[in-house]
């Protein structure tokens, strides 16, 4: 069975010749290893092959183990990509330092309270909810845009790019393809989409990250 640093190896390979069949500058496209689920014995292997960016979902479960990892290893980046509780603000920001998921106005005003009394600013994305889906999380892909200008405006956000999770038994193209034309109209550089089985799609239509666990870390129990 490969370990997780050969697993890396692949999905770093596949990036690579993703960008380079996409006619991209190599390096363009950041790799976030998702290691939500798993603990901090299966993510050190990981961090021990020189990866340093990785992603969870959910805020809880990494204060169990991100704090000791990111005190052995300090110039890791770690990004929030599970739905944000607003009563979760002042412990994400304290611990992640980009969050993926903002998409709605009580959020946007709880990170920006946060920040200040913190003093500490993150990278944020705006999730779009691309497919319109009831149960999934995500700001209407109408009103994207807007929700993009009045984080700046009203609450000085760094809001850097946009986020979507397409629905996972449609073609991810044509999901892609609306963020990054929402992401053109919104004057953000930085597209977050793409995931183990669609990454190199993602890549295709001008992803700059790629959220990737299961090709990394195997299956979740």
């Not at 109408?142 to 700046?152: G, L």
Request: a negative charge.
């Amino acid at each position: 069975m490969l370990e997780q640093k050969d697993r890396l190896k692949n999905v770093l390979d596949g990036i690579k010749e993703a960008e380079s069949q996409a006619d991209r500058a190599p390096g363009s496209v950041q790799l976030i290893a998702v290691s939500k689920t798993f603990d901090a014995d299966h993510i050190r292997p990981v961090l021990q092959s020189g990866h340093r960016i990785f992603g969870e979902n959910r805020v809880q479960e990494s204060q169990g183990k991100w704090p000791q990892l990111k005190e052995e290893y300090p110039d890791t980046e770690l990004h929030l990509i599970g739905p944000l509780q607003s009563n979760k603000t002042s412990e994400a920001v304290a611990l992640f330092d980009v969050i993926h998921t903002v998409d709605r106005e009580k959020i946007a005003k709880a990170l920006a309270k946060e920040m200040s009394k913190q003093d500490r600013v993150l990278k944020l994305y705006v999730q779009v909810n691309t497919g319109r889906e009831e149960q999934k999380a995500g700001i209407d892909p109408h009103q994207a845009v807007e929700f993009v200008e009045r984080c700046r405006s009203e609450h000085g956000l760094k809001i850097v790019g946009l986020m979507c999770i397409p629905p996972f038994d449609e073609n991810p193209g044509p999901h892609f393809a609306l963020l990054r034309k929402l992401a053109e109209e919104a004057g953000v550089a930085e597209l977050s989409m793409g995931m183990s089985a669609d990454y190199q799609t993602a890549i295709e239509f001008g992803s700059t990250s790629v959220r990737v666990g299961s090709a990394i870390f195997g299956a979740r129990g």
